[in-house]
């Protein structure tokens, strides 16, 4: 498909402005029962593309009325351009309207591919004189693709410190723009500080784990290399060791939903401590409350970096009532703060922050509960409930 991104930005015009003809051949002469010119075109019906064939004379008309649905498909075919010769037509349904035949595509077209369509004639009359108006027909189409204001690019990456745990457990790689799947794998990339890239990193899913709008990717580190005891750690050793620098590297040529590449390579550079072994321990957060009447942001503190996007939906504002009162969660701080604003000015009275307890860090260390448990150690404590309640006031 990249080899065809020279014709991605064509434009079309009017009701067929969803397709224009690179090229179209037909015979020179004259079918002698209507002065009718057979030609394929590429139409829309309600923002969903066909093909037709158009222009029948009366005797392909008469003759495409005897035939069924699979004797039309050999009269009306759409391929993919530059497929090889023996590549199978795209899937579709054919049917005769009036004057014409019509290719509905069984599964949307893309955008920037072109598609050659062929009407062929003599599937409808074979025995009509090959020197009378029976050769093929052809046409060559392609989908507008909306060109982006400006080039897909990466966004941001989680997370955002420069300062990782030996025991990093995942990435998050945000776009400005919905990407292509099935490719992520080939264009991440995790190397050393002599640029030498580590093999096996990162656990590669067959299923990649987007977001729906497929601006988020989530990358994870093999847990087979993070964990202790496990036999990949043991043959390959850690994916990443205490007191080195490594460069997280995303592709340039990496595609976009619209078949185009990123504007740029990013790297992200980083350092690593230690482990990172011990549980969440919500004790140890600093809750700042607001004043009642404003709509100033109540903040939370954390004494160590936690999982973005856990954050975004894993800690929530209780008021008096049980009410849920609605607002803006904003994390910064390189993930150290978290902010709730509300849309209403906040009332006087008690409230409740609940988290998750399944909120992580970057290693993946819960709340009152480590992930990379040894099972030959005491755990010191480990909180079983759902969620954790922190009250605070607001005056």
Same mark, same amino acid.
């Given at each position: 498909?990249?080899?065809?991104?020279?014709?991605?930005?064509?434009?079309?015009?009017?009701?067929?402005?969803?397709?224009?003809?690179?090229?179209?051949?037909?015979?020179?002469?004259?079918?002698?029962? *209507?002065?009718?010119?057979?030609?394929?075109?590429?139409?829309?019906?309600?923002?969903?593309?066909?093909?037709?064939?158009?222009?029948? *004379?009366?005797?392909?008309?008469?003759?495409?009325?005897?035939?069924?649905? +699979?004797?039309? $498909?050999?009269?009306?075919?759409?391929?993919? +351009?530059? *497929?090889?010769?023996?590549?199978?037509?795209?899937?579709?349904?054919?049917?005769?309207?009036?004057?014409?035949?019509?290719? *509905?595509?069984?599964?949307?077209?893309?955008?920037?591919?072109?598609?050659?369509?062929?009407?062929?004639?003599?599937?409808? !009359?074979?025995?009509?004189?090959?020197?009378?108006?029976?050769?093929?027909?052809?046409?060559?189409?392609?989908?507008?693709?909306?060109?982006?204001?400006?080039?897909?690019?990466?966004?941001?990456?989680?997370?955002?410190?420069?300062?990782?745990?030996?025991?990093?457990?995942?990435?998050?790689?945000?776009?400005?723009?919905?990407?292509?799947?099935?490719?992520?794998?080939?264009?991440?990339?995790?190397?050393?500080?002599?640029?030498?890239?580590?093999?096996?990193?990162?656990?590669?899913?067959?299923?990649?784990?987007?977001?729906?709008?497929? !601006?988020?990717? !989530?990358?994870?580190?093999?847990?087979?290399?993070?964990?202790?005891?496990?036999?990949?750690?043991?043959?390959?050793?850690?994916?990443?060791?205490?007191?080195?620098?490594?460069?997280?590297?995303?592709?340039?040529?990496?595609? +976009?939903? =619209?078949?185009?590449?990123?504007?740029?390579?990013?790297?992200?550079?980083?350092?690593?401590? $230690?482990?990172?072994?011990?549980?969440?321990?919500?004790?140890?957060?600093?809750?700042?409350?607001?004043?009642?009447?404003?709509?100033?942001?109540?903040?939370?503190?954390?004494?160590?970096?936690?999982?973005?996007?856990?954050?975004?939906?894993?800690?929530?504002?209780?008021?008096?009532? +049980?009410?849920?009162?609605?607002?803006?969660?904003?994390?910064?701080?390189?993930?150290?703060?978290?902010?709730?604003?509300?849309?209403?000015?906040?009332?006087?009275?008690?409230?409740?922050?609940?988290?998750? !307890?399944?909120?992580?860090?970057? $290693?993946?260390?819960?709340?009152?509960?480590?992930?990379?448990?040894?099972?030959?150690?005491?755990? =010191?404590?480990?909180?079983?409930?759902?969620?954790?309640?922190?009250?605070?006031?607001?005056?």
């Amino acid at each position: 498909m990249r080899g065809l991104t020279v014709w991605s930005y064509w434009l079309l015009v009017g009701l067929a402005s969803f397709g224009c003809a690179r090229s179209a051949t037909q015979s020179d002469s004259t079918a002698t029962s *209507t002065s009718a010119t057979p030609s394929v075109k590429m139409l829309s019906d309600a923002d969903r593309p066909y093909f037709v064939a158009q222009n029948l *004379t009366a005797e392909q008309r008469e003759a495409a009325g005897r035939l069924d649905a +699979d004797q039309l $498909a050999g009269a009306l075919s759409v391929y993919v +351009d530059g *497929t090889d010769a023996d590549s199978p037509p795209v899937g579709g349904e054919v049917s005769r309207e009036e004057d014409s035949l019509r290719f *509905t595509p069984r599964h949307p077209l893309r955008k920037g591919v072109i598609y050659r369509v062929v009407f062929k004639p003599a599937a409808l !009359t074979p025995n009509k004189d090959a020197n009378a108006s029976n050769a093929d027909v052809t046409g060559e189409f392609a989908l507008a693709r909306l060109r982006p204001v400006s080039p897909s690019s990466v966004a941001k990456i989680y997370p955002t410190t420069d300062k990782l745990p030996e025991n990093q457990l995942k990435f998050y790689l945000h776009f400005s723009a919905p990407m292509s799947r099935g490719e992520a794998y080939r264009h991440i990339h995790l190397l050393d500080a002599s640029g030498r890239e580590i093999e096996a990193a990162f656990l590669e899913l067959g299923e990649e784990l987007w977001n729906p709008g497929l !601006t988020r990717f !989530t990358l994870l580190c093999d847990p087979g290399r993070v964990k202790r005891g496990l036999k990949p750690r043991e043959e390959l050793g850690p994916v990443l060791e205490a007191g080195k620098r490594y460069s997280l590297v995303v592709d340039r040529d990496w595609i +976009d939903a =619209q078949g185009e590449p990123l504007s740029a390579e990013v790297h992200k550079t980083f350092e690593v401590a $230690a482990a990172d072994e011990s549980p969440l321990d919500t004790a140890a957060w600093k809750i700042l409350p607001p004043q009642a009447g404003t709509r100033d942001p109540l903040v939370v503190m954390f004494p160590e970096p936690l999982d973005h996007s856990l954050l975004e939906r894993m800690i929530a504002v209780v008021g008096p009532g +049980d009410d849920k009162p609605a607002g803006e969660i904003t994390i910064d701080e390189q993930e150290t703060r978290w902010r709730f604003t509300p849309s209403e000015p906040w009332s006087a009275g008690s409230y409740t922050l609940v988290a998750d !307890t399944t909120l992580e860090d970057l $290693a993946g260390n819960s709340i009152g509960r480590a992930f990379d448990v040894d099972v030959f150690a005491p755990v =010191q404590r480990q909180i079983t409930t759902e969620t954790v309640s922190l009250p605070f006031e607001v005056k």
